[in-house]
């Protein structure tokens, strides 16, 4: 993003994936980065707080709503649906393409708890054969979580990679399996 008009603000998050960044501008969400590896925990609890105290008192009001979807996720997912989604102004949201089409259809489509193959998601936005290009969106998604990359595995069933790592993609899906078990009883 060199060169870009935005002044970015910062905002960190204490999860149960450890601590996470959300940065952007006043125009929206640039980029959700986990700051350091997760943390093996039993619970889903807050490691100490919901929010860090460290980031500047004139933080962006999307960041602040990316933190409150952010935290609902991990401690309410069932109320993430009725959230509104903070604005995301990362420089790939700004253009009309395949990333931004497969990153969008994936929000939309693959609901809390439930996986698409690559091959079906490229299918999904009209290009049946483009499941490696799928694979590239996947790993160029400034605003993983929100946009839930960790739910797109292989054709064979098997996990795949996850940018935040493996451990980060398997815990991601066994909470949200753990929630829509919770909400089917």
Not at 46 to 68: M, T, W
Not at 87 to 95: D, E, I, N, R, V
Not at 122 to 128: D, F, P, Q, T
Request: charged share 25%; proline share 6%.
């Amino acid at each position: 993003m060199m060169g870009s008009p935005c002044r970015m603000k910062f905002k960190f998050l204490e999860s149960p994936l450890g601590r996470i960044e959300i940065s952007g501008c006043e125009a929206g969400v640039h980029r959700i980065k986990l700051l350091e590896k997760m943390v093996q925990r039993t619970d889903s609890g807050p490691r100490e707080s919901g929010e860090g105290l460290e980031e500047p008192q004139d933080v962006a009001p999307a960041l602040d709503d990316c933190a409150a979807w952010l935290t609902a996720y991990f401690h309410a997912p069932e109320t993430v649906e009725d959230l509104p989604l903070p604005a995301f102004h990362h420089p790939l949201f700004q253009q009309d393409s395949f990333r931004r089409q497969v990153l969008w259809k994936l929000m939309t489509a693959v609901k809390l708890g439930d996986t698409v193959s690559y091959q079906q998601l490229a299918a999904l936005v009209g290009k049946s054969r483009a499941a490696r290009a799928v694979g590239g969106a996947m790993r160029d998604n400034p605003v993983p979580i929100i946009i839930p990359c960790h739910r797109v595995i292989c054709s064979s069933g098997k996990i795949g990679n996850y940018t935040g790592g493996v451990g980060v993609k398997e815990w991601l899906l066994s909470h949200e399996k753990r929630w829509k078990e919770k909400w089917a009883e």
